[in-house]
């Protein structure tokens, strides 16, 4: 397993080695050994409480790991929070969307990278609204996400909408690596859809993608390995081509452990 | 229904979409208001059928009271500087307590430097400094004050950013400290007799054109630029902004330096209006600043209002206080009476979002 020499990653974007997170005396990650490849797109199953959010929070900074290493693009990482991910280049879209909702859409996509003009005039420099609007129709085109009127403001916008407001802007950062935190859990038929739109198009891309999710039929149509948590550790490692739904759940349900992750403790 | 466009799914810049602006409820409360005051001069028994509005005694060439429209204009100017400042703030999710006691200091601190040498032929009674203070460059105590008010908001700011004081009490302590400062300065005694030169800054119409030229620059910060847009980013969802690389804590001091730089202009303008400065003044300035910007639609929670709005609120403000005079109501019931509209706007404004929430 860890026969991989730091540094010498090759087409690996990211690994964990052991990466553990206890809260007092809760185990809710222990020892995960995980590896994603440049352009792969890995789905984490799991039930509620088996580690898969806890495991995505360590990676992003969000909570700070108990123990273990995250490498990422070939160098050991240790982020403060979010932002510091962010700027190395994780992108990810948490459940709680980080969305200004008095702002409309070209504003939320471009939060914190304004297109401007007159630079020289610092924190006062002018906004390119019509750049910025403009890019923000070709980003939306791209990712095929519809929404009526770009100019509406987010709070005037349905769950839907906003949800592909918020993947729209992570996948047109073109980051190293997106993570998706159960990006449909509340959408309807249509707007699961578009959002899967989003992920072929990253997928078209060769951009890599972390995605949490519940949904077998989505995981299925969508990604080239399946990692299954339960109870806090990595129970399966399974490429999509080699299993399907049934196998899965039987993973997922602790019917049955890959002899390799089959270690005492986990039954 | 909204015009059909050719972008896929319906792509594009739908301007028949776009909501009706609330300032446009500002304005049309603005000309509502003058027609009531309008009606009760007809109306009430003692008003003689006397007009709000109107010149009807051919007293100018004009067809309006330009007399009453001056005073009206003139009166909300100062007050309404401050107001485009606390319009920032609260945009940014704060609020700012301290705007009225730091026109009292600065307005102390900048007439000291502002004072001349002969009054009169007689010696200046009132100066604070020895003779190099007097009768310096205009420039002096322009500078002064706004690097006062400056130093103020960055207190403000730094402290509000970096240590999680609520706005409400960081900006409260700062309005005992600066009501404490303009009493300190001279032991309560009065300022006085500045230059020719400093006291054309406040003469005639001098406020209203200092009024109107800010609120342009204001309008143009918040609407057109980074500040502005993180401005309202960061009243909208703080977290959002701050994921999104926004250096929140360096904006907020930032905010809050520009908002006490603007009532430090205040300052400068009120007491070169006055002619002179005393330890009192500024008396709920903050609080009709922050009202002109809640009748002008601005959210106290952060995210929504705008400079227009507050200019609109601040006119709403001058014609009613004007026109409570005009009906000859008693000064104590015009405060309730103010106090009760506030408090009214505030109720219609969010029964209003409710409904446009709820539409969509």
């Known amino acids: 397993m860890s026969g991989i020499e730091l540094h010498d990653m090759g087409d690996i974007i990211l690994e964990t080695r ?109 906004l390119d609204y019509k750049g910025m609007r403009q890019d923000t129709l070709d980003a939306l085109q791209k990712t095929g996400v519809k929404i009526p009127n770009i100019r509406n403001t987010i709070q005037n916008m349905s769950g839907g909408q906003r949800q592909c407001v918020a993947i729209a802007r992570t996948a047109s950062f073109h980051s190293k690596l997106t993570i998706m935190d159960e990006p449909t859990a509340a959408l309807g038929v249509q707007e699961t859809a578009q959002v899967e739109n989003i992920i072929r198009t990253l997928k078209e891309q060769g951009e890599p993608l972390i995605l949490i999710s519940h949904n077998m039929r989505q995981v299925m149509d969508l990604v080239d390995r399946i990692v299954v948590f339960r109870r806090g550790r990595i129970v399966a490692n399974l490429n999509r081509d080699e299993t399907d739904g049934q196998d899965v759940v039987a993973y997922i349900t602790g019917a049955k452990t890959q002899p390799e992750y089959d270690v005492e403790g986990v039954t | 229904m909204a015009q059909q466009s050719d972008g896929i799914g319906g792509l594009k810049y739908d301007k028949s979409k776009k909501a009706w602006p609330n300032e446009f409820n500002i304005f049309i409360a603005l000309i509502l208001i003058v027609a009531i005051f309008e009606a009760l001069g007809q109306i009430l028994p003692y008003m003689n059928g006397q007009s709000f509005l109107f010149d009807t005694q051919d007293r100018f060439d004009t067809i309006f009271n330009e007399a009453r429209l001056r005073i009206i204009i003139l009166q909300v100017a100062i007050i309404g500087i401050i107001s485009l400042g606390v319009t920032q703030v609260i945009i940014s999710g704060g609020i700012d307590l301290s705007s009225g006691p730091l026109v009292a200091a600065t307005a102390m601190i900048v007439m000291s430097f502002a004072q001349t040498e002969l009054v009169n032929g007689n010696p200046n009674p009132k100066a604070v400094f020895g003779p190099w203070a007097f009768d310096l460059p205009i420039i002096v105590p322009i500078i002064v004050g706004l690097a006062f008010g400056a130093m103020i908001g960055a207190i403000n700011g730094t402290f509000i950013a970096f240590t999680r004081i609520p706005p409400f009490i960081a900006t409260l302590g700062m309005f005992l400290i600066c009501r404490g400062i303009a009493q300190w300065w001279t032991r309560g005694q009065p300022v006085s007799f500045p230059t020719e030169a400093y006291a054309w800054i406040g003469s005639g119409m001098m406020p209203v054109i200092w009024f109107i030229l800010l609120a342009i620059l204001c309008h143009v910060l918040l609407r057109y630029t980074v500040y502005g847009k993180h401005t309202y980013a960061i009243g909208s969802n703080e977290d959002a902004a701050r994921m999104s690389g926004i250096n929140v804590k360096r904006h907020k001091v930032l905010v809050y330096m520009i908002a006490s730089m603007l009532a430090a202009f205040a300052a400068i303008v009120l007491s070169s209006k006055n002619l002179t400065a005393q330890s009192g003044m500024g008396l709920f300035y903050e609080l009709f600043a922050i009202a002109m910007a809640v009748i002008g639609g601005i959210s106290l929670t952060g995210g929504r209002g705008s400079i227009i709005g507050t200019v609109l609120g601040a006119m709403v403000f001058g014609v009613i206080q004007s026109g409570f005079t005009y009906v000859k109501l008693d000064a104590y019931f015009q405060l309730m009476a103010m106090g009760a509209i506030i408090i009214g706007a505030v109720v219609l404004d969010q029964w209003r979002q409710q409904r446009a929430a709820s539409r969509s």
């Open chain 1, 18 to 126: 052991d990466l553990t997170k206890h809260y007092g005396g809760v185990h809710a990650l222990e020892g995960a050994d995980f590896i994603l490849r440049k352009g792969e797109h890995v789905a984490i199953m799991g039930d509620n409480g088996a580690g898969k959010s806890t495991f995505v929070r360590q990676i992003t900074g969000v909570e700070q790991r108990t123990r273990g290493e995250v490498i990422f693009d070939g160098h050991p990482v240790h982020f403060d929070g979010p932002l510091d991910a962010r700027k190395a280049g994780i992108e990810a879209v948490f459940q709680t969307l980080a969305l200004a909702d008095h702002l409309d859409v070209p504003d939320n996509l471009f939060l914190g990278r304004e297109k401007t003009f007159m630079n020289w005039l610092g924190p006062f420099r002018f």
